[in-house]
Nanobody
Framework: QVQLVESGGGWVQPGGSLFVSCTYS????????VGWYRQAPGKQRESVAH??????NYAEFVKGRFAISRDNARKMVDLQMNSLEPEDTAVYYC????????WGQGIQVTVSS
């Protein structure tokens, strides 16, 4: 099992930027993908961005705005979010190994004027 702890997030006005970070520990040899999901109020959880051995994948709605980075030495995965829109408001979850993997506790990102 992998333990995940998110930090960062917060509130920003539309067009602004935020940064979320995730530190992972535990059985890191089992990790084959690491990344971020989000869940907005009243909506289903959705994938945002992930890093695997094959490369990096982004959801269409964040391409060109968000950037994910993984640091294996520091055991961290970060998400830089730029040009934020109110529709990006959600709880963001760090995840390893997809839907049936391990999850962080989530961190709130709010975009509003």
């Amino acid at each position: 099992q992998v333990q995940l702890v998110e930090s960062g997030g917060g509130w920003v006005q539309p067009g602004g930027s935020l940064f979320v970070s995730c530190t992972y520990s535990g059985d890191i040899t089992s990790i084959h993908s690491v990344g971020w999901y989000r869940q907005a109020p009243g909506k289903q959880r959705e994938s945002v961005a992930h890093v695997t051995s094959a490369g990096t994948n982004y959801a269409e709605f964040v391409k060109g705005r968000f950037a994910i980075s993984r640091d294996n030495a520091r055991k961290m995965v970060d998400l830089q979010m730029n040009s934020l829109e109110p529709e990006d408001t959600a709880v963001y979850y760090c995840n390893v190994n997809g839907d049936f993997g391990d999850w962080g506790q989530g961190i709130q990102v709010t975009v509003s004027s």
